[in-house]
Structures are given as structure tokens and as C-alpha cells.
């Protein structure tokens, strides 16, 4: 139906819907259509439960209701304090992921890692050399064991700088300092966030924002980039890579398993393990063709750029891949796993299983998993999956068709390496103006805006007027499912950009990973403004979150920001109660780091924001 076709621009996501209507199954779509209107004073940030003499909530209203909380917090103060405990839970979920990177390393580089190796050993020794470890005639788990160490310790040091952040141009790097918001360790700027916004503390809201900022950098520059780097070093530098997206990926006739969640560690191990002899043999004997492992959200971002593995969809598919019918179990482990899926799992013969002691959800079944068993529980696992098979209603699957093809794996690496290996023939098509500028373009899907609609539209519009797309999360499947990863998507493009990309055989939006991989176009835009003796601030460069939801992204888009680039977002955040702190971002920012926030839900309005700022950056580099 009409309404239906309204939700997404997905022909799955149609079928799908459609489906769960006729099964009576709802979907996160019904349950936001339930929450309408939602609640006013949480939409523009002005509602505090930071303490017990509240909840407080702030009047929007000129002339009616109370304009202090209990405390005598103002709605600036109270939006601040509400933006920055956001920015401090996005920074901490990418900074645990880090973490636990660092933690798999530490055990690997110790002969404890259970099944775990290190792959990319020049990555190791580039990294090894950034922290001033010695490798002469050390063995690679000698060199891992102090890079361990050292990526380990950024998490709990008290005094900066984090190691990372200094891959920034100096500039970047005084203004931090200037500034105040140069960040010491990551779990201490997110713990000071915390600290400030308890009751009686900061009550200043540049001041708040400012530790807001310095967060968001230790994210950006310390846990994501550690995360980063250091599944580099255990999984492979990601390189160019074929591979399909969408739900058709799900098959018919073999044993489907989804990986959902974020962290390498197990959906690296699930993949092996679905390539076990003895379970294959298994999956045989009960009439399966093959074990078929496809991911999901950003952890498929990870297995699709190392190992070529299928992408079921992006956050707002993860439903409706169960919905299939066809799914013998969804493992996952943190971040972006709705709690949904418990109730909904029940309804068919798909295992719900979780695997981390720091996320257990209604209706799974929790098997822990632990790097020191790690292919061994992956095994079994798997065994699980395996043996469902049997329990599978052949009558109730439906599968959609659409399954498109992508090329993916663009790694800073990867990017050098299809460029020749220097960024100089890049920085020449910038220069010469075949290609305009770079945009970055990341971020969830939010059931608020027609489901990829902002994402895809805002890519190819920037795309046409020859602006080079990098991408992540579920934005970058969003495109993969539309087909313009692939090289052909060049002929969408504008004239320069599409003979750029034909001449070098890539598409027109690269496909760089996952949410934590957005540390992955610091590094490249770090490498630029350097590579040009100018802050990234200069660059003709600009970023956008179409569709994002998760406190993760307002972490992303405050390091971006922080970083110097321009960053239009798709949907609101909760700022609006507050005139200060709207006008802060929106356009104080750019006096005090170089860069704003804009707000903008039109895909086409957000390109021409981002096109008319590369256009101006050209402008002040004289191009
Ligand atoms: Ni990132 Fe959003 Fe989640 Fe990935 Fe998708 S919802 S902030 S894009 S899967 S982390």
C-alpha cells in the first residue's frame, strides 16, 4: 500500500512490510508510529532527570511555564548538559569496542588468543613505528605485545596526548590545545563528562560543549582509530573486494546465519567457523547446500570489506531479515541490536543468540564468548545454527530477489594503492577541478525519514556535481543495495569525477567500513591538509548524516566537526529548547574550530549546503 511505499525507497523493505502485516508481526516502523507525537520537551532537549528534584522540564513558551529547573538550570544549561551525556555514550560505545581490539591483540601477542593471528604485519610495523616501539629483530608478537600495551593504556591515561591524534596537522592540533579540548585519555574525557553534568557542576554551556568536543576527539582520534587500526592488524588491511548486498543475499537452500552487532572479534570467528570441514559435513546431512553467513549493520561493514561476506542490510533490515523465515540464527554481540528482536525471533525458528556479558536481551540465548575459546565457541555456535536448519518452515519463507552487486574495501590503503600509491593524482583531479571536493557520508537509518531515501539521494546528488563520496555504516550499505559501489556507478556521475573514476577503475562512492572506520577519513584528510601545508579546516571537504539516531553518531559528528568539516544532518537532535546552544553549533563553532553543524532533512537542500562549502573552500585555496 501507499503507506507502506512510504517508509523506505526499498522494494525488500515493501515486500517485507507487507509480509510482516499479513503474519501480524510488527516492525520498529509500527512501534514509532505508536510513540507519535513524541514527547515535545525531549525533542528539543529541555527535560532533566539528572537529578531527584525534578524531572525538570523547561517551557518552550515565551510566556507560560517554568524557565529554571528545580536547581535554577536554564534551558541552555540543560541542553548542553543533555548533548554532551549523549556524546559521552556514543564515545564510550566506540571506545570499548576499541578496547576490546586492544584486548584481543594483548591476548593474541601472549599465544592466548584462541584462533586469532595477526595478519597484517606491515600495519603492525607502521604502527609499532608511530609509538616508537622497537622492531629490530623482534618478532611480531613481541612488537604486538607493546603495541597492546601502549593502545591499551590510552584508554586509562590521566595526561595526553593520545598517540592518535597526532596523526592531525599541527594546526588542528594547536587549535585543540588553544582551545582547551586537546583530549588526555579517552575513558577520562568521557568520565568528565559525567563529573560535569552532575547536579551543581558545569553549568556554563560553552564550557560543557567545549568538554563535549574534547570527547568526541578522543572517540575520533583515540577509541575509533584504535579500533581501527588494531582490527587491521588482527583481521587484514581491507582491500578492493566484490561482493552483494541487500536481503536477496539470504538463500533458500543453505543455512543462514546473520552477524549483527559491531565488534570483529566474533564475526571474524563466525566466518572461519562456518568453513569448518566437520560442520559443512553436518549441514549436508540435514539437506542444506551450504553454510551462508551475511551480516548486518556495521559488523557486516567489517566482514564485508575483509572477506567479501554478503550484506543482509543496514539497521533498519535487521527485523525484517527474520521476517524471511529463512534465518537459522542472528548472533550478536553490542550496539545497534534492538531488543525487538527477542519477541520477534519467537515468532519463527531463528536463534537469537547473544555473546557479550555486556548485552543480553529478552528471548536470546547467551553464549559468552571469549577470546581465549574463541574458535571453539564459534564452533559451537555455528553447530547451533547448523542444527536449526531442521526447524526451518520451508512453506513460510520468503525471501526477497534483490540482491546487488558492490565493490568494496576501500581502506586509506586500498585508496592510495588504486591512486598509484601517493595522494598526488588525487590532490591533481582536486586541484584541476575534475573533482570538486570529498564528502564523507555516514550515519543509521531512523524510522523518523523514508527509510535510505535521504541516503541515497544526498550521495548521488553530490556525486553529479562531481564530488567524490566516502562512505560508512549504514549509509554505505544503503548504497551498496543501489548499486553505486560499483565501478559502472561512475556513469552517474558528474563529467569530471566520472572520467576520474573510469580512468582508475573504482566508483564513485567508496566504501571505507564501518562506524569506527570514519577514523579511517580523519586519516585521509589529515594526509591531505598536510600533504598541502593547510589545517583540514581549508580542505574542500564537508560531511553529512542522513538518517542518524544513535548517540554514536552525535559523538561522530562532534569529532567531525572538531576535526574542521563542515557536517549537515538528515534528522533534528535535541537542541532546539536552547537558542544558545543551536546558534553555538550552527554558527559560533566556525569562529572557534573551523567548522559547523547544519540541519537539513532535503537530501537535495543538504548536497547544495555541502556543495556551496567545498565551493567556497576551493574559493579561499585559490582554486
Ligand atoms: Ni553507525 Fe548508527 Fe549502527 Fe553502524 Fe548503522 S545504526 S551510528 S551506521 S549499524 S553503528
Known sequence: SDKILKKSIDPTVHQMLARAQELGLETAWDRYEAMLPECGFGELGVCCRNCNMGPCRISPFEDAGPKRGVCGATADIIVARNLIRMIAAGAAAHSDHGRDLAHTLLMTAEGKGGGYE????????????EYNISTEGRSKEEIALDLAGAVYAEFGKQEGPIRFSRRAPRKRVDLWQKLGIDPRGVDREIVEIMHRTHIGVDNDPV????????ASIADGWGGSMIATEISDVLFGTPKPTRSLANLGVLKADEVNIIVHGHEPTLSEMIVAASRDAELLALAAKLGAKGINVVGLCCTGNEVLMRHGIPIAGNFLQQELAVITGAVEAIIVDVQCIMPALGNLTGCFHTKFISTSPKAKFPGAIHIEFHEDQAYDIAKEIVRGAVENYRWRKPGQVVIPDEKVECLVGFSTEAILAALGGSLEPLLEQIKSGAIKGLAGVVGCNNPKVQHDFGHVNL??????????????????????????????????????????????????????GSCVDISRILTVCAAVASALGVDISDLPVAGAAPEWMSEKAVSIGSYVVSSGIFT???????????????????????????????????PFQ??????????????????
Open 118 to 129: 595477526i595478519r597484517d604485519e606491515q600495519k603492525l610495523q607502521t604502527l609499532a613505528a
Open 207 to 214: 564550557n560543557l560543549i567545549l568538554q563535549g568536543l574534547r
Open 459 to 512: 550521495v548521488k546528488e553530490l556525486i553529479r556535481n562531481n564530488v567524490l563520496v566516502v562512505t560508512t555504516g549504514c549509509n554505505a550499505i544503503a548504497c551498496a543495495k543501489v548499486g553505486l559501489m560499483l565501478p559502472e556507478a561512475a556513469a552517474q556521475a558528474g563529467d569530471g569525477l566520472k572520467v576520474v573514476c573510469q580512468s582508475l577503475g573504482i566508483p564513485p562512492v567508496l566504501h571505507m
Open 568 to 602: 549537515v544532518l538528515g534528522t533534528v537532535p535535541p537542541v532546539l529548547g536552547s537558542t544558545a546552544v543551536t546558534e553555538l553549533l550552527t554558527t559560533g563553532a566556525k569562529e572557534a574550530i573551523g567548522a559547523t553543524f547544519a540541519v537539513e532533512p532535503d
Open 606 to 623: 543538504a548536497a547544495q549546503l555541502m556543495i556551496s562549502h567545498i565551493e567556497d573552500k576551493r574559493a579561499a585555496l585559490g582554486l
